[in-house]
């Protein structure tokens, strides 16, 4: 079935770029997400990419997309330590019962001073 | 401003006892989805209205309800929970269908089964 799977944890120093990757499994995806959770809270939209581009750039966030190797990543440029939460990657496709959104995991992004 | 609450943030039940989450938005979407996450997991979409059509996910448990009065509030009713259904319930809305309709998320109802 669809799957979407990301590594759990990532530290980083303040400053430094930070890059957190993604993979999904199903080709129909069309449209691939990335929400921020902090702590005890909703889920908030970053950005998205439609699956026929390659990049979008937005302020300090970069995503790239290797639709070939369904591969997502998004790059935080001089990561503060607000960005410190949860990164979630998500793929919208058409599965069995309708489209819908499926998660992966998360990335725990931790900056340190 | 525009938004999708939800409440309570916290909310205590006992094995067993029927407990009802709410959520409302003033964003005059179409569609609202519930959404379950439990402690380090990936969100997972147990259900969504479009309008009033109510179109469940086949791995959601007969235990889990949904009831949409109007555009506005959506409720999840969960009839007898067990201690397994303890998560973060996070309601959200779009405008409509599709992988170009944001989904625009509420901060969460965090439910604790004794």
């Known amino acids: 079935g669809e799957d979407v799977e990301q590594s759990l944890f990532l530290s980083v120093r303040e400053g430094d770029s930070s890059v957190i990757n993604c993979t999904y499994t199903d080709s129909s995806s069309t449209y691939l997400y990335w929400y921020k959770q902090e702590p005890g809270a909703g889920l908030q939209l970053l950005t998205y990419i439609f699956s026929n581009m390659d990049m979008k750039q937005d302020q300090r966030l970069t995503v790239l997309l290797n639709k070939k190797d369904k591969h997502l990543s998004l790059r935080i440029a001089d990561t503060q330590t607000g960005d410190s939460a949860i990164y979630f990657c998500?793929?919208?496709?058409?599965?069995?019962?309708?489209?819908?959104?499926?998660f992966g995991q998360g990335t725990e992004l931790s900056v340190k001073p | 401003d525009a938004m999708v609450i939800q409440n309570p943030r916290y909310q205590v039940t006992q094995f067993g006892k029927p407990v009802t989450l709410s959520c409302s938005q003033t964003?005059?979407?179409?569609?609202m989805y519930w959404y379950q996450q439990k402690s380090s997991q990936a969100p997972k979409l147990l259900f969504h209205?479009?309008?009033?059509?109510?179109?469940n996910e086949a791995d959601t448990p007969d235990n889990f309800q949904s009831r949409r009065p109007n555009t506005s509030f959506c409720f999840l009713d969960i009839r007898s929970p067990g201690l397994g259904d303890a998560a973060m319930y996070l309601c959200a809305t779009s405008r409509d269908i599709g992988g170009q309709e944001t989904q625009y998320f509420g901060p969460g109802t965090r439910l604790l089964v004794l």
């Open positions: 209205y479009y309008d009033k059509d109510f179109n």
């Open positions: 964003l005059n979407h179409n569609v």
């Open positions: 998500a793929s919208y496709g058409w599965w069995n019962q309708g489209g819908k959104l499926i």
